[in-house]
Each structure stands twice: as structure tokens, then as C-alpha cells.
């Protein structure tokens, strides 16, 4: 990895780490249920799709967008410790949110792959 690339990652994650954190504070939570993680990892998952059908290999533009931002942006480890802190409480919401995590968030990657081919079609 090139200085370039790295350092393209770091602004990339700052931004999308800031963009999650904005949306944490515009979303809040329905009770002990992590709404806000769980709409920024579709939302992400969505984007990711379209960003892999428009930006195909390691472009300078997709490990700036990919890697750095949307991986600042989307949380995995949000998503395990929200998932872990609902089970103790309540386990069928904790099933549910991490169906809905993972399903929707495949679903949301189609999507955004499909999104990303039309338009690339279209051009």
C-alpha cells in the first residue's frame, strides 16, 4: 500500500466515522433496540453495492470511498456489542436484530450492486 492509498484511508474513515457519529445523534434508539447502528450498516451495506458496481478494483476513488469512509462508517463491532448488550435482556430482539442486520444488509448489497449496474448501463 502506497502513502497515498493510507492516507486515504485515514480521511476517508475520519469522514465516514463523523458521519456515523451524526446520525447516532440524529437516530435515537427505541429503547435498548441500536436503530441508529443498525440504519447506518444497511445504509452502507447500500452504498458499498453501488460503489462495487461503478468503482471494479482498487482505484485510488474506491479505497478513498470503500475502505476508508464507508468502513469508518459502518460498525461491525456497534453491531456485536449492541447484539451481545440486547441478548442479556432480551434474546427473541437480539435474534431479530441480527436477522435484520445481516439480512436487510445482504439485501441493501444487491441493491446497491443493481443501482450501480443500471446506471453504469445506462451511461
Not at 56 to 81: C, E, H, I, Q
Amino acid at each position: 500500500m502506497t502513502t497515498r492509498r493510507l492516507l486515504l484511508v485515514i480521511l476517508g474513515g475520519m469522514l465516514g466515522t463523523a458521519g456515523r457519529l451524526g446520525i447516532g445523534l440524529l437516530v435515537p434508539d427505541a429503547g435498548a433496540f441500536p436503530v441508529a447502528t443498525l440504519a447506518v450498516n444497511l445504509l452502507g451495506a447500500l452504498l458499498i453495492g453501488v460503489l462495487a458496481a461503478r468503482l471494479p478494483g482498487a482505484s485510488d476513488l474506491r479505497v478513498f470511498l470503500g475502505t476508508g469512509m464507508l468502513g469508518g462508517f459502518t460498525t461491525y463491532s456497534a453491531f456485536a456489542v449492541g447484539a451481545v448488550g440486547l441478548w442479556t435482556d432480551a434474546p427473541l430482539i437480539a435474534t431479530a436484530y441480527v436477522l435484520l442486520t445481516l439480512g436487510l444488509g445482504i439485501i441493501a448489497a444487491l441493491v446497491g450492486v443493481r443501482i450501480g449496474r443500471t446506471r453504469r448501463s445506462a451511461e
